[in-house]
């Protein structure tokens, strides 16, 4: 079928149609979950074995990392040779559902790429031409962010916080037994946090593009942001300051991402304008 056929059908379809539309677009999202979560649910020993407990492991890799740069720079502290705690499950239906909610975030994760395809297919047909060129890439991109931000949150953010609250002691009376539940959880919400944060360059560019958003409005409101990022920061990480900045640090970097790319719109607008006028003034002469 035809690009401009297929528009034009699109743009003579009813608002049942479109949700008719919109319902299968969000049952093969759906589907694409299931059967990535399923895959996850079956392979319990590597997703739950390998992936979810592995920052609990001294040999993960972040610390076998950590450890060889700790031993080329002289600082043996680097070198994390314990984590002392154990993970318990105290609920009879802990392990098992603790089993569900880990397969449907690897799941989830999985799928991503092509959920989002799924939500792209259906909005686009409703944008300009103009709007598709600038969004070209967006699937990619999007998902490429979102996948990035997902690996700092397993590889740096959880492991490096998982240490951290594992050492932490009031009394050496006390003993760390963590609840499965509280595990996956605090795992689940570093990995999908910071996944989410990441997309700060895309929500920037989109809203530079409907012009709600200025690289001068984002200059003058640099330091607000600054305490918004550390305030959310400090919200979704464990409370340390180490794991606060390793997140807020990124998030910064990809705010200033965020000013050159509406930099560079506005300045493709004001080159765009001026060959519109300049075009007019040849029509004219």
């Not at 001294?58 to 990392?65: A, K, P």
């Not at 318990?88 to 909610?101: C, I, K, L, P, Y």
């Not at 570093?190 to 700060?200: E, N």
């Not at 607008?269 to 060959?275: A, F, Y």
């Amino acid at each position: 079928m035809a690009l401009d056929q297929y528009q034009e059908e699109e743009e003579g379809m009813s608002f049942l149609d479109h949700l008719e539309a919109l319902r299968w677009h969000l049952l093969r999202s759906v589907a694409a979950v299931l059967i990535f979560t399923v895959a996850a649910f079956l392979a319990k020993s590597i997703v739950f074995g390998v992936i979810i407990l592995g920052p609990s492991k001294v040999d993960f890799l972040t610390y076998r990392v950590l450890c060889d740069l700790g031993n080329s720079l002289g600082i043996a502290a680097l070198c994390i040779d314990e984590l002392p705690f154990t993970i318990q499950s105290r609920q009879m239906t802990g392990q098992f559902s603790m089993h569900m909610t880990s397969s449907f975030v690897v799941g989830f994760i999985a799928a991503f790429p092509y959920v989002f395809w799924e939500v792209w297919k259906f909005i686009s047909p409703g944008l300009y031409d103009k709007e598709k060129n600038a969004a070209r890439g967006a699937v990619f991109f999007v998902s490429l962010l979102f996948l990035t931000g997902a690996a700092f949150g397993y590889y740096v953010l959880s492991p490096l916080s998982i240490n951290f609250l594992s050492n932490y002691q009031l009394d050496p009376s006390i003993t760390n037994e963590f609840d499965i539940t509280s595990y996956v959880t605090t795992l689940t919400m570093l990995v999908l946090a910071s996944a989410i944060m990441f997309q700060l360059p895309v929500v920037v560019y989109f809203l530079s593009m409907s012009g709600l958003v200025t690289s001068k409005m984002l200059k003058a409101y640099r330091r607000h942001s600054i305490v918004v990022i550390l305030v959310v920061s400090a919200i979704i990480t464990p409370p340390d300051v180490i794991s606060q900045l390793l997140i807020a640090m990124p998030i910064l970097v990809l705010y200033e991402v965020g000013i050159m790319i509406a930099k560079r719109l506005e300045k493709r607008g004001h080159s765009n304008r001026l060959s519109l006028i300049k075009t007019v003034n040849q029509n004219r002469n």
